[in-house]
């Protein structure tokens, strides 16, 4: 009996796709280098990169490639000269644009050949906005369990786009209907460039002495390096045949806006 145990577990082993942890040296477009850490996770059809900015602010994205979600967390520290105390942990979640990473088990299947080689992204993505109009609430777990432990430190501060909602699929034993009962609006003001509900439109969150006034905060990241697809060679004229030969690396940065009531919960100002 043991030995057809064993047996069964070297078969698991042989045939299971590997997960994959990539440490990665990264030029950003300032000219520092840093580090990217990289995971792909194969049985939970995920990717999870990590990296630690220059000014403190720990950024971790995941994308569920199962669920088409994507989770970017940021913590940020407070600044101690205007009196911020601790850290606010955020989490944003997006539609996942799958094309932006390659799949998880290409990933897990990736060698690095140079570990310390510092790399440089070919291609720039450009910037991608994201205006936020509602707290995820419970739709967080409903759209990901990767992405709700993901963000499990954020509490409620999981940000998402409304018309995002109806992009997901619903999954099984719900309806559309379902994400939009799980998820908390912001005030109908709060993204309108003119006044409404009798209140003045909401501006952006700015240095000003009264911290306890509503506005919309504005955070940046860049992802300097990430494979965002897989190269082919052809093969030799008698063959023809082409072969995957390495991998595409690209440069994006991502843009939030969201609502926050009081002034003070903006830690930083961009």
């Given at each position: ?212 006034k509503e506005c919309i905060c504005h955070l940046e990241v860049c992802v300097n390096w990430y494979p965002c697809g897989l190269k082919y060679c052809k093969g030799k004229p008698q063959g ?31």
């Amino acid at each position: 009996m043991r030995l057809i145990i064993l047996k069964v577990i070297l078969l698991y082993l042989l045939v299971k796709p590997s997960n994959l942890q990539l440490l990665i040296n990264v030029r950003n477009q300032g000219g520092d280098v840093m580090q990217e850490n990289i995971t792909a996770n194969v049985s939970e059809d995920t990717i999870t990169l990590e990296f630690m900015r220059l000014d403190g602010v720990f950024v971790s994205q995941l994308v569920d490639f199962t669920n088409e979600v994507e989770a970017m967390k940021l913590i940020i520290p407070g600044e101690e000269e205007l009196g911020q105390n601790g850290h606010q942990t955020l989490c944003f979640l997006t539609h996942a644009a799958q094309a932006d990473f390659i799949a998880p088990d290409a990933m897990a299947k990736l060698r690095q050949k140079n570990p310390g080689t510092i790399r440089v992204a070919e291609e720039d993505k450009g910037w991608r906005q994201t205006t936020a109009s509602a707290w995820a609430g419970r739709a967080t777990r409903l759209l990901s369990a990767p992405a709700a432990r993901h963000c499990a430190a954020a509490r409620d501060r999981v940000y998402l786009r409304s018309a995002d909602l109806a992009r997901w699929a619903p999954r099984p034993g719900m309806d559309q209907s379902s994400y939009a009962t799980a998820v908390t609006p912001f005030p109908p003001h709060a993204l309108s460039s003119d006044a409404t509900d009798g209140k003045p439109a909401v501006g952006a969150c700015v240095s000003e002495n009264d911290h306890t006034k509503e506005c919309i905060c504005h955070l940046e990241v860049c992802v300097n390096w990430y494979p965002c697809g897989l190269k082919y060679c052809k093969g030799k004229p008698q063959g023809g045949l082409s072969y995957r030969c390495g991998i595409k690396t690209c440069h994006r940065c991502y843009r939030y806006h969201f609502y926050v009531r009081r002034r003070d919960a903006c830690l930083s100002y961009t």
